[in-house]
């Protein structure tokens, strides 16, 4: 069944879209995991339904707008912080229910829309065009090359800002591009996930892989395995039981994690 | 050769409180300078300047002789470990990793295993940061700042919290970076004794400068030493581990 299910077109798109959506959330939220950020993917993916409803109701392709409304909400949250001396978690909740309110008014004015804008919400990897997926690739590769050049800096200044200053590091600009760098990956990975459950890829496989490895190299690379192995099954479970993928992805991760808690406390993997 | 530290007319205020006054001193290549002063005396408020990390400042810090404030180049220079290191503590990452972090110009195993070796933690190399007690979290946090061969290494009380076996070790290790290997080193620490044991040269600030010289100079000085130490009979303080007191009149044995 499983060769059968691959010969669709629509199939290898939501595949090779969705373990590459897979590999950049991992490494992207690995970071902002580490830097308290779990759930600034949340409200990024909030802000841009609201870019989206903005995009239908002007006419623009409604992704492309979402990004330009994710990167802007990724450095306001990022300049409140900074500025206005609100504690994160109050700057997060701000965007997150803005973004949702003005979708709703956008949706409300517009009087609804021919397309179904709440495939946005809960996600449609198994409807992505060759466009869509062309378009995740070269956001991936964009995204994952700028931290493969940055590693060091981005890294240290996630570890210890002060120490990172004290390198030399410009750990300013390196911040707002670390949110410049969430805000696209948020919106490259709607269409798997959706708004609603964006944060699950951040976080989840993230935290599960923080408990079985030990070096960062060894951490996200089992928050990759994780992710791209509950991306594979969830996609596959759901077109063979005709569910959702976005909730059975999300499920079979927390499953992911639920088991490494149990294998943690009964000592399989202990650190040694 | 510019002189690794120079410091002229430095003021800092926070809030219009002053933290610094007119401060001004000058440190050559090869000394051990130990800075001492009371809590709140502005020992972290000058490292910070030295560091680049706080410009709102008057005066001028010259690190090799460029100013800290205009270019930022000397920091690659200058190796830093601070009182205590604010990170996560389940972050996943390895004292390997760590250490190689400091290595701007690109990693070299070789170099980051023979500083594991030199401080006597390259068993610990795949362990993870968190797991460390204090003093093997301090030593790994010299590696890094070592790794690169600063010239210039500054350690802001950098004994706070670790146990007496890794104290003595810690100190060996600085001893020998400054007899050996010649960097330069200013640090601070409320511990009269080990600054007499440890440090060529002796800064005594309380917002501003109150002596600078050789340590011989400043420990000779029964009178001085008692000022400085809150114990009224310097000769029954065994360890000088009290609080330091307010400083006594300024004194610029170097100037």
Same mark, same amino acid.
């Given at each position: 069944?499983? %060769?059968? #299910?691959?010969? =669709?077109? @629509?199939?290898?798109?939501? !595949? !090779?879209?969705? *373990? *590459? &959506?897979?590999? $950049?959330?991992? #490494?992207?939220?690995? @970071?902002?995991?580490?830097?308290? =950020?779990?759930? %600034?993917?949340?409200?990024?993916a909030h802000s841009s339904f609201g870019g989206v409803a903005l995009g239908l109701f002007m006419g623009i392709y409604p992704l492309w707008m979402a990004y330009v409304v994710s990167i802007i909400s990724a450095v306001l949250i990022t300049r409140i912080r900074e500025k206005f001396d609100v504690s994160g978690d109050a700057a997060i909740a701000v965007m997150l229910s803005s973004g949702i309110a003005v979708a709703l008014v956008i949706i409300g004015l517009a009087g609804g829309f021919s397309i179904d804008i709440f495939s946005f919400l809960f996600g449609s990897i198994l409807l992505v065009s060759a466009h869509d997926t062309i378009l995740v690739l070269?956001?991936?590769?964009?995204?994952?090359?700028?931290?493969?050049?940055? @590693?060091?800096? &981005?890294? =240290?200044?996630? %570890?210890?800002?002060?120490?990172?200053? #004290?390198?030399? &590091?410009?750990?300013?600009?390196?911040? =707002?591009?670390?949110? @410049?760098?969430?805000? !696209? *990956? #948020?919106?490259?990975? &709607?269409? $798997?996930?959706?708004?609603?459950?964006?944060?699950a890829l951040f976080v989840i496989p993230n935290v599960t892989a923080m408990m079985l490895g030990r070096g960062f190299q060894s951490t996200i690379i089992i928050s990759i395995v994780i992710s791209i192995s509950s991306v594979i099954a969830g996609i596959m479970l759901s077109y063979s039981l005709n569910i959702a993928p976005a909730g059975s992805i999300v499920l079979l991760s927390i499953c992911m994690l639920g088991a490494s808690m149990a294998a943690k406390s009964t000592g399989l993997f202990a650190r040694r | 050769m510019p002189r690794p530290i120079e410091v002229s007319n430095l003021s800092v205020g926070y809030a219009g409180v002053p933290a610094l006054e007119n401060v001004s001193f000058a440190v050559d290549q090869g000394e051990f300078l130990g800075i001492i002063g009371p809590n709140g005396a502005g020992k972290s408020t000058l490292f910070a300047c030295m560091l680049g990390l706080n410009t709102q400042y008057t005066g001028t810090v010259r690190i090799f002789g460029q100013d800290i404030h205009r270019s930022r180049s000397p920091l690659r220079k200058i190796g830093y470990v601070p009182q205590m290191v604010h990170f996560e503590r389940n972050f996943p990452i390895t004292v390997r990793e760590v250490i190689r972090l400091g290595m701007w110009h690109g990693v070299q195993e070789e170099r980051v295993d023979e500083v594991m070796r030199e401080l006597w933690i390259h068993e610990l190399a795949d362990r993870r940061i968190g797991e460390l007690s204090g003093g093997q979290q301090q030593r790994v946090f010299i590696a890094k700042a070592i790794v690169n061969d600063p010239q210039l290494l500054i350690l802001d009380e950098p004994v706070t919290g670790i146990d007496q076996p890794s104290m003595n070790l810690f100190y060996g290790i600085l001893k020998d970076l400054n007899s050996n290997h010649g960097i330069t080193i200013a640090w601070s620490s409320h511990d009269l004794d080990t600054i007499n044991m440890m440090s060529s040269h002796v800064v005594c600030l309380n917002r501003t400068l109150h002596f600078h010289g050789a340590a011989k100079a400043f420990f000779s000085d029964e009178k001085l030493v008692q000022i400085m130490c809150k114990c009224t009979d310097p000769s029954e303080c065994t360890d000088h581990k009290c609080d330091v007191a307010e400083p006594p009149p300024i004194r610029n044995e170097a100037s």
């Open positions: 069944m499983v %060769f059968e #299910v691959l010969e =669709y077109d @629509f199939m290898q798109r939501a !595949l !090779l879209s969705g *373990t *590459t &959506i897979a590999v $950049l959330c991992s #490494v992207v939220g690995m @970071f902002l995991v580490l830097r308290r =950020y779990s759930l %600034f993917g949340d409200a990024i070269a956001m991936t590769g964009s995204i994952l090359l700028v931290i493969l050049a940055l @590693f060091r800096q &981005i890294l =240290y200044s996630t %570890f210890d800002e002060k120490q990172a200053k #004290v390198s030399g &590091i410009h750990v300013e600009r390196i911040n =707002y591009l670390v949110v @410049f760098m969430a805000g !696209l *990956t #948020v919106v490259t990975a &709607i269409q $798997l996930v959706g708004v609603l459950l964006i944060s | -």
